[in-house]
């Protein structure tokens, strides 16, 4: 999950990053659906088949190529859910606590789809650049990895693995622990 940096902005902003923008949306479609998966798993199972069919009949032809998406959608608009400035107004000021929604959910972030959890802007020769901690979760150990982002060009170049961690949260803090001369020690060492 993106969120906040010491200033106040939202680490990696619209205005900062566009593929920031495009992560952050993600992560609010990403939190939509697990709002949706949890009020199914609240409903008793004969309860589930008449849900269905209302949004079948809600979404017309189609419903039935992809059926859980379906009820999945259609249960994102029964839920109120808040708007994607609310939520991120929400994530600015609770980062911590979108981190264990993240980690308590079943579709946390994998290996093959890792989250951006935290991105901060720094200089490297001149130059502005971005890193991205992205972050996933391996059975029950955090693992993650920096993302490099140079701001004009927009290329990405990433770390290995670099941080191993039971908790989320941890992995965050220590990103967040690095200081700009750590950062660009790592860019370097992911620079081809």
């Known amino acids: 999950m993106i969120t906040e940096r010491s200033d106040g902005q939202v680490a990696g902003s619209p205005a900062t990053s ?4 495009a992560e952050l949306e993600a992560q ?3 939190y939509r659906r697990r709002q949706a998966r949890g009020l199914i798993r609240l409903l008793p199972r004969e309860a589930v088949r008449p849900l269905y069919r209302r949004a079948v009949e809600a979404r017309g032809e189609g419903a039935e190529h992809d059926p859980l998406g379906s009820l999945l959608l ?18 600015r000021r609770h980062p ?14 994998t290996a093959d789809a890792p989250a951006t959890v935290e991105a901060r802007p720094f200089p490297f020769e001149g130059n502005p650049w971005v890193a991205h901690l992205r972050s996933y ?9 920096i993302a ?13 693995l670099i941080f191993r ?12 622990a690095f200081d ?13």
Do not use: K, N
């Open 18 to 21: 566009p593929l920031a923008r």
């Open 96 to 109: 911590d606590a979108h981190l264990e929604d993240v980690d308590d959910s079943a579709d946390v972030p």
């Open 165 to 176: 961690e039971d908790d989320p949260v941890d992995v965050r803090e220590r990103f967040l």
């Open 148 to 160: 490099f982002e140079e701001a004009e060009s927009r290329r990405v170049h990433h770390t290995a």
């Open 74 to 91: 259609f249960c994102e608009r029964l839920l109120p859910l808040p708007s994607f400035e609310t939520w991120l107004d929400d994530l």
């Open 137 to 145: 979760r391996d059975g029950g150990t955090w693992r993650g990895y």
């Open 180 to 192: 700009q001369a750590a950062l660009q020690a790592f860019l370097r060492s992911a620079l081809p």
């Open 28 to 30: 609010y479609a990403a």
